[in-house]
């Protein structure tokens, strides 16, 4: 029994190793998001997302906006979102549901960002075919 529980523990707590954390050099890079059109999100071990998700951010004077197309989850329903984004923590823009998008400096692109509690990359995005 002593073996499982150190077995389980050890699991719980390397979970945490494999989290992607966002690649960033402190600067905000949001003018790296602005206009371009991010599609087909996928997980860091490459798999994609099931659902739809398209998006792209717009600056307006000095508000950020999102505009798109994403899959409400448990009610399966496509939902178009239109909001306001604000700045958190200067490197995030977080959008009404309190979602964190940033720009991660290595992949150079979007990310949606698991919660505010840990800040792990949940979905990458790819840039749409212009």
Not at 103 to 124: G, I, R
Request: hydrophobic letters at 40%.
């Amino acid at each position: 029994m002593k073996k499982f529980f150190m077995f389980c523990l050890f699991m719980i707590l390397s979970l945490g190793v494999f989290a992607q954390k966002l690649n960033t050099d402190g600067n905000p890079n949001f003018d790296q998001l602005v206009g371009v059109k991010f599609t087909k999100p996928y997980y860091e071990d490459g798999e994609n997302y099931d659902g739809v998700y398209y998006c792209t951010i717009t600056k307006k004077g000095n508000d950020y906006h999102i505009k798109g197309k994403m899959l409400l989850m448990g009610i399966e329903e496509i939902a178009t979102i239109n909001m306001k984004l604000k700045v958190y923590k200067k490197i995030y823009l977080e959008d009404e549901w309190g979602q964190l998008y940033a720009y991660d400096t290595n992949k150079k692109t979007l990310v949606l960002m698991e919660s505010k509690e840990n800040l792990n990359v949940m979905l990458y995005f790819r840039r749409a075919s212009k």
